[in-house]
Antibody, heavy 118, light 107 residues
Framework: EVQLLESGGGLVQPGGSLRLSCATS????????MSWVRQAPGKGLEWVSA????????YSADSVRGRFTVSRDNSKNTLYLLMDSLRAEDTAIYYC???????????WGQGTLVTVSS | EIVLTQSPATLSLSPGERATLSCRAS??????LAWYQQKPGRAPRLLIY???SRATGIPARFSGSGSGTDFTLTISSLEPEDFALYYC?????????FGGGTKVEIK
């Protein structure tokens, strides 16, 4: 059974940093692209960033480029999102999802809430 | 950036009725279009990928069609559990983008 479990969310002040993790199981992690997708309160879905299976290909939305860094550790089957220079508009539930570019988002985690506020 | 426009924003129907949801792309996405269902407080769930392929475990009442710029998600006969939000998403070009969503509500 495929499982994705995010962690690391919380309350952070504007300008602060946070690192999200997504622990996975049930599939060959290194073979698949992985993504982060977020959803602001009461809003729609926004793709944030994706990384290829081996980790060499990285893509990010304009809204986070230069501030957020996606990475992965294939030995730990874990996806990460390092978020710097956080802004109020980054407040959202952050989902990790299997897929992105090379395939649809076929599995999703339960999400972790990031709140940027003073 | 490819913009996906979903219509209508809200669809009010009764159980047993047919639902037809539209997604229009600002430029061709080929067949690289997916549909997701989201219920309150839950993560999205993949329904349809590559325009017309049902994801694992998705009932046959869900079907997708279209290519290029115009796509349709059809729910042939609404079940009570189908009342939810639906999003389309393209993976033809970076950045990956989602439509704004269609809410299917009980009439």
């Amino acid at each position: 059974e495929v499982q994705l479990l995010e962690s690391g969310g919380g309350l952070v002040q504007p300008g602060g940093s946070l690192r999200l993790s997504c622990a996975t199981s049930g599939f060959t992690f290194s073979s698949y692209a992985m993504s982060w997708v977020r959803q602001a309160p009461g809003k729609g879905l926004e793709w944030v960033s994706a990384i290829s299976g081996p980790g060499g290909g990285i893509y990010s939305a304009d809204s986070v480029r230069g501030r957020f860094t996606v990475s992965r550790d294939n030995s730990k089957n874990t996806l990460y999102l390092l978020m710097d220079s956080l802004r109020a508009e980054d407040t959202a539930i952050y989902y990790c999802a299997k897929g992105g570019g090379s395939g649809p988002f076929d599995y999703w985690g339960q999400g972790t809430l990031v709140t940027v506020s003073s | 950036e490819i913009v996906l426009t979903q219509s209508p924003a809200t669809l009010s129907l009764s159980p047993g009725e047919r639902a037809t949801l539209s997604c229009r792309a600002s430029q061709s996405v080929g067949s690289y279009l997916a549909w997701y269902q989201q219920k309150p407080g839950r993560a999205p769930r993949l329904l349809i990928y590559d325009a017309s392929s049902r994801a694992t475990g998705i009932p046959a009442r869900f079907s997708g069609s279209g290519s290029g710029t115009d796509f349709t998600l059809t729910i042939s006969s609404l079940e009570p559990e189908d009342f939810a939000l639906y999003y389309c998403q393209q993976r033809s070009n970076w950045p990956l983008t989602f439509g704004g969503g269609t809410k299917v509500e009980i009439k």
